[in-house]
């Protein structure tokens, strides 16, 4: 079954600490897509990819860095300059070569900085 | 940016009850999706809307898309236990692909 991968399920990292967060989808998506979700918060956009050595900010990318080095894979690292890191984050892909492409998201990974 | 108010921000129903739940924008959009997310997961795909008017259903599911293209709302009818969740509206303006997500209806049902 094609779908999008997220790993680990659960992290947890001491303040200061850099760590990267693994998206991976077999579904031939073009582009993918982090997102961070707080408590009673909506899905905000940090990073976005919409081909293979490309990738664009988002609304909140201070504090992140991501890479796109094939098509199926777009890690996401939180770095220490990120004041507030523990959150919900959700990578996402979908086509291009329509007029729209609804988003597929993967399951998550929930962070936790101490 | 553009900018999505959904409401309400939370529903507690009685099992068998409807729900309704909307979402507003300050700007036009293109393409109005719902998506349910359930506890730990990312959120799953209900609806797309891509024309003014359109009025879809998805089982007890029905999603409209505003004349105005400044709203969408979506109608659950008899509501069991399994549709406890939070329910997001995403929309689509002129800006290339991105969606803006309104904050959620978290919806909990009492058997």
């Known amino acids: 079954d094609g779908g999008i991968t997220q790993s680990p399920k659960y992290l947890f990292r001491k303040e200061g600490q850099n760590v990267t967060l693994s998206c991976e989808q077999n579904?031939?998506?073009?582009?993918m897509y982090w997102y961070r979700q707080d408590p009673g918060q909506g899905l905000r956009l940090i990073y976005y990819?919409?081909?293979?050595?490309?990738?664009q900010k988002g609304d909140i990318a201070e504090g992140y860095s991501v890479s796109r080095e094939k098509k199926e894979s777009f890690p996401l690292t939180v770095t220490s300059a990120q004041k507030n890191p523990t959150a919900f984050y959700l990578c996402?892909?979908?086509?291009?070569?329509?007029?729209?492409?609804?988003?597929?998201f993967g399951n998550g990974t929930r962070l936790t900085v101490t | 940016g553009q900018q999505l108010n959904q409401s309400p921000q939370s529903m507690f129903i009685q099992e068998g009850e409807d729900v309704s739940m909307n979402c507003t924008s300050s700007?036009?959009?293109?393409?109005w999706l719902w998506y349910k997310q359930e506890p730990g997961e990312g959120p799953v795909l209900l609806i797309a809307l891509y024309k003014a008017g359109e009025l879809t259903s998805n089982g007890r599911l029905t999603a409209q898309f505003g004349i105005t293209r400044k709203d969408s709302f979506l109608n659950i009818s008899a509501s069991i236990p399994s549709d406890v969740g939070i329910y997001f509206c995403?929309?689509?303006?002129?800006?290339?692909?991105?969606?803006?997500f309104g904050g959620g209806t978290r919806l909990m049902v009492k058997p």
């Open positions: 995403a929309g689509r303006g002129n800006a290339g692909n991105m969606l803006t």
């Open positions: 700007s036009i959009f293109n393409t």
């Open positions: 579904l031939n998506h073009d582009a």
């Open positions: 996402a892909s979908s086509r291009e070569d329509l007029k729209f492409s609804p988003l597929h």
């Open positions: 990819s919409q081909i293979v050595n490309d990738f």
